[in-house]
Structures are given as structure tokens and as C-alpha cells.
């Protein structure tokens, strides 16, 4: 090996080496968020640029049961998605709860539409990945390895690219709270859904925000988990390009009603009161291209 090539395979090992260790840092640091321990197992990591370098929300879109979908069955898939979005290539619809990603796409809903399997190389690393793999609900024994647990303040990120066509969006998650007794009714909540178009003249992120009101999550449901989601066009009608380009996400909630005995701030210590979060199993796009 000559000099040239000994310094270029040292500049390249040492970049590849520190996008490892971002991403073992950002899976393992101290076991984060696997730790067993529900209270330690919060993930509230806001991107520093969707903190400090984001203009005034550019518009408003509010989301209800009467503009928006909310999945939890089998039939839910077949009524609510358009036919095209709710069967494979054969015709017959997706099954709604196999939980084997890599076995069953092309048959499982969450497993065939999920963003690995859109741009592997943008959404299989780091954390937040097991947001992007295909696991809408939780299989009974890997919950900690397939979930990512939120408070009320939520999480933001950055795409690796930006967001160039898109049909529709949908999020699959669970309410739990840390004493894990049964609600035969679901929680309540208004969920907040933001996505950022970067502005290269003034060097700001744009966001549009989706209010989704009043949701009822299935909470400390087993495997079971609630699917809420929308379709552009409808929603945006002739606003529908402005989400062209977007880079980023961010998704925060609060209780649609008062619950004595629950606290979605995980700071809070109230004598009587349970600390609840979202489990956040699937961020689903799917048809959806990027550049």
C-alpha cells in the first residue's frame, strides 16, 4: 500500500468509526431506554436544530375521527385504508398483526410498508430506527427492543433526506403507565405532529403542524396497539406540496382529558398519580419516495 492509499483508508476508517460510535452511542449509552426499569426508559432526545432554529408554525391542519383513521382490528385495515393501501400485490388485504418484519413482507401490513424497506440506507441505523422496521404492535417479549417510550415533551428528529412525494402517514403505538393495571377504556389524547421544510434563503426550519384530538390509545393492552394516521391530499387539499422537501419530524402529546390518577410528565411525583407514556411501535410513510 502505497502513502497515498495508507492515508486515504485511515481518513475513511476514522470517519466510519465515528458514525459507529454515534450510532452504538445512541442504541446502547448506558442500556438507555431497555433498562427494565419503566421510569428509565424515557426518550425525549430533541434534534438541537428543531430546538433553536425553527420559525413560527406555518400552518395548522386539524385531525379528527371525522378527516382522520384509527386502525385496531383486522376489518379497521380493510375499511379505512383505500383498497391500493390496504392489500398486497395479489389483491388479498394485508394481515394486520404479524410481527416478523423481514418474513413477511408482502403480506404483513406493518412489515410491506414500512421506511427500511423504502430507503434502507436513510432508516436502518440508530435508535429511532425501530420506528422504521416494520413492528406496529408489540410481540409480547422484545416490547423494549421494538418500542420508543415518550413523555408529554415528546421527540424530534432529521431525515437523512428529504421527503419528495408522499400519500399518507401513520403512527401505531400504545398508552402504558408504570402500574400496568388494565383500562378496559383507552386513554385520551391530543397527539401533535410536526413536520420541517428546511428554508435555504433565511436558514430556518418551517414546520406545518397536524393536530390530531381527541384519540382514544388503547393503554396497558398487551400486545395490542392503536393506529392513527391520515392521508395528505385529503387532509391538505390544495396545500399538498408544501410538505414537499421536508426533513425533519417531531411528536408530542397531551391528556384530551383529566386523569386523577395519571401524569404524562415524567419530572412530576404526585401522591396517587401513575406516570404514563406513549409507546411509539411504527412512523409509518408509505409509497412515500426521498431524495
Known amino acids: 500500500m502505497n502513502k497515498k492509499s495508507f492515508f486515504a483508508f485511515i481518513a475513511t476508517a476514522v470517519l466510519t468509526l465515528t458514525g459507529c460510535m454515534d450510532d452504538v452511542r445512541e442504541l446502547y449509552d448506558g442500556h438507555a431506554y431497555d433498562t427494565g426499569d419503566f421510569m428509565q426508559n424515557y426518550y425525549s432526545t430533541w434534534n438541537e436544530s428543531l430546538k433553536n432554529n425553527v420559525a413560527p408554525v406555518a400552518k395548522t391542519y386539524t385531525l379528527t375521527s371525522a378527516n382522520a383513521f384509527q386502525i385496531e382490528t383486522q376489518q ?20 394486520l398483526f404479524p410481527d416478523t418484519p423481514k418474513e413477511d413482507a408482502g403480506y404483513g401490513y406493518g412489515p410491506s410498508n414500512n421506511l427500511i424497506s423504502i430507503d434502507e440506507s436513510s432508516f436502518s441505523r440508530g435508535f429511532l430506527s425501530r420506528l422504521y422496521d ?17 413523555d408529554q415533551s415528546g421527540y424530534s428528529t432529521l431525515f437523512n433526506k428529504e421527503l419528495m412525494d408522499y400519500r399518507y402517514f401513520a403512527l401505531s403505538m400504545k398508552g402504558a403507565d408504570d402500574s400496568e393495571k388494565a383500562y378496559p377504556v383507552g ?47 385529503f387532509i391538505m387539499q390544495n396545500d399538498f406540496a ?9 411528536i408530542e402529546y397531551e391528556f ?36
Not at 265 to 283: C, P, Q, S, T, W
Request: proline share 3%; aromatic share 14%; net charge negative.
Open 256 to 291: 384530551a382529558q383529566d386523569y386523577s390518577d395519571l401524569t404524562s410528565d415524567r419530572n412530576e411525583e404526585i401522591e396517587g398519580k401513575n406516570h404514563f407514556a406513549l409507546m411509539l411501535y411504527e412512523v409509518l410513510l408509505p409509497k412515500s419516495t426521498w431524495n
Open 187 to 233: 386513554v385520551f389524547i391530543n397527539l401533535s405532529l410536526k413536520f420541517y421544510v428546511y428554508d435555504y434563503v433565511d436558514a430556518i426550519y418551517v414546520p406545518y403542524l397536524f393536530q390530531f384530538n381527541n384519540f382514544e390509545i388503547m393503554t396497558n393492552s398487551g400486545m395490542s396497539t392503536t393506529i392513527i394516521g391520515f392521508y395528505f391530499e
Open 76 to 95: 379497521d385495515l380493510v375499511d379505512k385504508l383505500a383498497p391500493t393501501d390496504s392489500q398486497n400485490s395479489d389483491g388479498t388485504p394485508y394481515d
Open 134 to 150: 416494520g413492528r406496529i404492535h408489540c410481540d409480547g417479549s422484545t416490547y423494549a427492543q421494538t418500542r420508543v417510550q415518550v
Open 242 to 250: 408544501l410538505l414537499s422537501r421536508a426533513s425533519g419530524m417531531s
